[in-house]
């Protein structure tokens, strides 16, 4: 998710300098301005090797998953901020950010922890099950998103969660180190705006709904 250099720049000016250079990083996603479409927004590291995964194995696996990200406005403990949508998401981006929170390179000792017990077939059926069909642009995209890599869409995604991710990126929660020089200058306003931004656009990601429940009869 989330964040430059050159010229000395207005003040004013910084935060929409930062928001255009998330948006071109962003997949899957319609700005409120057509004839500045924005394109796909900042993971610079390559996904893991991709392996073709099943979403109905996806779905049995995830039912712990389900517990935070099944439900629509549900909020992590502490810090306080909304958990991320995941339909709509790519699942090559799913699939690295599993590996990452596998690995550490993410902190954030829930989601490390039952990372930790994912193989890599797990990550790649939970990713697919998670992303059902991803986002596609309704504008006209900018060149086609790097081969080298994979971006996260942030349309429509909570605007705490996209805050709570940029500060991660400045602090060295996430270990990115694109991402993290284009953080690192953004004051708490600049980002706050940012995260108003991508989460007005459109078509915009959807939490992946729990139909069941061990007490259900689904």
Known sequence: MGRRCGSPVH??????L???ALARVALAQ??????ETPA????AAPAPAALQGDPHRGRELSYTCLGCHGIDGYRNAYPDYSVPK????APEYLTSALHDYRKGDRSHLTMHSQASELSDQDIADIAVFFAGKPLTSTGKAQGAPPKAAMYPSLAGQHADYLVRALEEYQNGGRKNPVMKSLAAPLKPAEIA???AYFSALTPALKTEPRPYTRFSSQ
């Open 11 to 16: 003040a004013g000016s910084v935060a929409a």
């Open 18 to 20: 930062a928001a255009y």
């Open 30 to 35: 319609t700005p409120a301005q057509p004839a």
């Open 40 to 43: 796909p927004a900042a993971q």
């Open 86 to 89: 995941l339909e709509g998401q």
């Open 193 to 195: 705006e940012i995260a």
